[in-house]
C-alpha cells in the first residue's frame, strides 16, 4: 500500500512491540553512557597531584567527606586490572591511616565517581589509599544479579561448595612464630588474620583491607573458635569492639558511603561483617572493591549500619560497626568488588536455646542465623556455647542435660531430628552445648537432596555438679551358661572424687539364644554405639537424607549403661537394618568379592540388648567372652 508517494507498512502488533522494546533499550544505552560521562571518570586520566574525596560513616550513620590527593596509577596491579594511588590529606585520615570497615568507600575527583577505596598500607606514616577503579567493579554487574538461592545439584548457581584451603600448615607456622621473625615479610595472612598483633613484625606492607567483624562480647572459651572461624574466610573479628544490632528504629540510608555488611548472626548476640557501599543504580548496588571471600554467585543477606567510633591503631584502624537493618541480597562476590540487590532479603534461620538453671529459674536466648551450607553449622555452635557460657559460666565443674531439635520446611517430608545427650566435667557448659549442634553442617551438605532447616531448638537443663563415673570392672557369676538361665552381673563404678561403687543386675539369657562363645559388652551409651559401628559398620552407611538423620540423632552419652550379648555368628546389615545368624549360603554371597556397598556382613549377631539405669553419667566400657551351652551346670 502507498501513501503520498511512499509504502505504507502495517507492523503486526508482535513486531511492533519488538521494535519499541527495541529503540527503548537503545534509549537507555545511550542516556546511561551520558549519565556515565556526568557520573564517572575514567583512571586513566587521573594525574599527580589531582585533588579528590572519600564518603564514608565516621560515626553513627553520618556520611562524611576525607579528603585525598593523587600519586600515580598502578598498571596492571592484578591481573587486567590497575590500582589508584592516593594520599589521604585531611586530619580523619591523618590520625587513623588504613581502616578496616571503610573498603568500597566512594572516592571523587572533579565530583565524579572513580572506585572504591579498598587497599592500604600497615605501618605506614603517610595514610596511603588504594582505590579500585570503577570501571573493573562495574564488570560484576555483568554477571547474574537476580537473587537466587544457590543450588548444589549439578547446572545450578554455584557457591554452596566453596572449598577452603588446608590451614594446618599455617597453625605449625604461628607456633614457629620466633623463627619466622627473620623472614618478616613472608608471615602468612592466615597468622595475622588470627593473631594481627604480630602484624607490626611485617613492616610496612601493602594489601587489601580486611573484612571486620564486629560481635556482640567475647569470652576467653568462645573468643578462639569464633576467631578461627572468620580468618579462615580472610576476615578480623573486632574483639570488645561490641557490635551487636543496631536500635529497632535505625534506619540508615543505603547510599553511597553508607555501611554496608552481613550480619552472620542476629538476636540476642550479633556478628556483623561490614565495608562502605560505593555506588547505586536504582535497586543495584556494588561495595568494597575488593571481595569478600570471593564465593561467585552467592545469596547473603546485604544490611545497613551504623558506626559506634573508629578504633584508631598503630597498625591498622578500624570501625566499630552495628547491623541496622536487612535491606537486601549479596548476589555476587568477585576480585573487583561485591554486588547485590536492594528490597529482596535470604531468609534467616530461627534458632532459641532455652535454659533451665541451678537456682531453678529458666533463660530463653533468641537468635537468627544467617543460612550458608559452611558457616551455619558453626553459627549454631556458637550461639548454642555463648548462651550457656552466659547463663551459667565459662568453665568448672557441671552437669548438663540437653535435646536437639531441628525442624525441617514443610515442603519435604522429613520428620524433625531431635537428639539427646548428657553431659558432665569440668571443661564447661557452653562447649557441651556448642557440641549439641553438629548434625547441622552434614545436613545442609548432605550428599542426596537439597534442604532448608525451618528452626532449631536447643533444650538445656544446668546443674552446678560433676555426676561422672568411670566403669572400673564388670564380672559375671558364671561364664557357662544356659538358654533361659539368669545369671548376675556386678559392675564397679568409680565415680569423681569418690570411693568406688559396685552395682548388681541381672540378666536373663535368651532362650532362642545359639549355643557357642558369646561376647558380653557392659558401657556407657556412647561406648556402646562406637563399638555397634565397629561390629555392623554397613548398618549406619546410610543411602538417603532420612537414614542419615536417624544416623545424626543417634549415639551420645546419656544415663544408664548398655548390656548387649553377641553370638560368634555372623549377620548381614542392610538397608539400615540388620538379618542376625544368617543361613552360610548368604554368608557366602555376601562375602563373595564382586559383592560390594549397600549390605556387609556384621562380626557377629546381637542376642540381647538392654539398657539399665544408673546414678551417674557412666563412661567408659568392659568385655569379658562366656559360653551358651545347653548342658551347663
Known amino acids: 500500500m502507498w501513501k503520498n508517494g511512499r509504502r505504507a507498512y502495517r507492523l503486526r502488533p508482535f513486531w511492533a512491540a519488538l521494535c519499541v522494546c527495541v529503540f527503548a533499550s537503545a534509549g537507555a544505552l545511550l542516556a546511561q553512557q551520558g549519565s556515565d560521562g556526568e557520573l564517572f571518570l575514567d583512571h586513566t586520566k587521573l594525574r599527580r597531584g589531582m585533588k579528590g574525596y572519600v564518603l564514608t560513616v565516621v560515626e553513627d550513620a553520618k556520611i562524611e567527606k576525607l579528603s585525598f590527593e593523587i600519586l600515580s596509577v598502578r598498571k596492571n596491579r592484578f591481573p587486567k586490572g590497575d590500582l589508584i594511588w592516593a594520599v589521604g590529606t585531611s586530619d580523619k585520615f591523618r590520625h587513623t591511616g588504613s581502616v578496616r570497615g571503610m573498603s568500597g568507600s566512594p572516592a571523587y575527583v572533579d565530583g565524579k565517581l572513580i572506585g572504591a577505596y579498598g587497599y592500604g598500607y600497615s605501618n605506614a606514616k603517610d595514610p596511603l589509599i588504594g582505590i579500585r577503579p570503577i570501571k573493573q567493579m562495574l564488570t560484576v554487574w555483568e554477571r547474574n544479579m537476580v537473587p537466587t538461592p544457590p543450588s548444589r545439584k549439578t547446572g545450578g548457581a554455584s557457591g ?141 543477606p546485604l544490611s545497613s549500619g551504623t558506626v559506634h567510633y573508629i578504633i584508631a591503631s598503630r597498625v591498622k584502624s578500624s570501625k566499630a560497626a552495628s547491623g541496622a537493618q536487612v535491606v537486601g541480597t549479596m548476589t555476587q562476590d568477585r576480585e573487583p568488588a561485591i554486588a547485590g540487590v536492594i528490597g529482596h532479603m535470604p531468609p534467616y534461620i530461627p534458632m532459641s536455646v532455652t535454659v533451665h538453671k541451678q537456682s531453678g529459674e529458666t533463660e530463653t536466648f533468641n537468635y537468627e542465623l544467617m543460612t550458608d551450607p559452611l558457616m551455619t553449622g558453626s553459627l549454631a555452635r556458637t550461639a548454642a556455647g555463648i ?129 557357642g562363645y558369646a561376647q558380653l559388652f557392659v558401657g556407657a551409651p556412647d561406648s556402646h554405639e562406637r563399638w555397634e559401628r565397629s561390629r555392623a559398620y554397613e548398618r549406619y552407611q546410610e543411602t538417603n537424607l532420612e537414614q542419615l538423620i536417624e544416623n545424626l540423632a543417634r549415639g551420645g552419652s546419656q544415663r544408664g549403661i548398655v548390656v548387649s550379648l553377641v553370638s560368634a555368628r555372623r549377620g548381614v546389615a542392610v538397608n539400615g537394618g540388620e538379618l542376625p545368624n544368617v543361613p552360610l549360603t548368604m554368608l557366602n554371597v555376601m562375602d563373595a568379592p564382586q559383592h560390594r556397598g549397600g549390605a556387609g556382613l556384621t562380626d557377629g549377631s546381637i542376642i540381647l540388648e538392654e539398657r539399665r539405669e544408673t546414678p551417674f553419667l557412666a563412661s567408659g566400657s568392659a568385655s569379658m567372652t562366656i559360653l551358651i551351652d545347653t548342658k551347663a551346670p
Open 160 to 300: 554452596a561448595f566453596a572449598i577452603l584451603p588446608d590451614y594446618e600448615e599455617f597453625v605449625e607456622a604461628a607456633e614457629e612464630l620466633d623463627s619466622l621473625r627473620e623472614r618478616l615479610h613472608e608471615i602468612p595472612e592466615e597468622i595475622l588474620r588470627t593473631a594481627p598483633q604480630y602484624e607490626y613484625l611485617r613492616g610496612e606492607s601493602m594489601r587489601q583491607l580486611d573484612m571486620p567483624v564486629s560481635v556482640s562480647g567475647f569470652n576467653a572459651a568462645m573468643a578462639p573458635f569464633i576467631e578461627e572461624l572468620f580468618a579462615k574466610r580472610g576476615m578480623v573479628v573486632l574483639q570488645g569492639a561490641g557490635s551487636g544490632t543496631a536500635p529497632s528504629d535505625a534506619n540508615p540510608p543505603v547510599v553511597a558511603g553508607s555501611v554496608i555488611g552481613t550480619e552472620y548472626m542476629r538476636g540476642d548476640y550479633a556478628m556483623f561483617g561490614y565495608g562502605t557501599l560505593t555506588y547505586r543504580e536504582g535497586d543495584k548496588i556494588l561495595a568494597y572493591g575488593h571481595p569478600r571471600d570471593g564465593e561467585g554467585d552467592t545469596y547473603v
Open 387 to 515: 548462651s550457656l557460657d552466659t547463663s551459667e559460666k565459662y568453665f568448672g565443674k557441671y552437669a548438663l542435660s540437653a535435646e536437639l531439635t531441628v525442624e525441617f520446611d514443610e515442603s519435604t517430608s522429613l520428620k524433625p531430628l531431635r537428639k539427646r545427650n548428657v553431659f558432665s566435667g569440668t571443661a564447661g557448659p557452653g562447649w557441651a552445648a556448642a557440641s549439641m549442634m553438629s548434625p547441622v553442617t552434614p545436613i545442609l551438605n548432605n550428599w542426596y537432596d537439597e534442604v532448608s532447616i525451618k528452626r532449631i531448638h536447643l533444650e538445656a537443663e544446668y546443674r552446678d555438679k560433676r555426676e561422672n563415673a568411670l566403669i572400673q570392672m564388670a564380672r559375671i557369676g558364671k561364664r557357662r551358661v544356659r538358654p533361659g538361665e539368669h545369671v548376675e552381673l556386678a559392675i564397679t563404678f568409680r565415680p569423681y572424687l569418690e570411693s568406688p561403687v559396685v552395682k548388681r543386675y541381672q540378666i536373663k539369657i535368651p532362650e532362642n539364644a545359639p549355643t
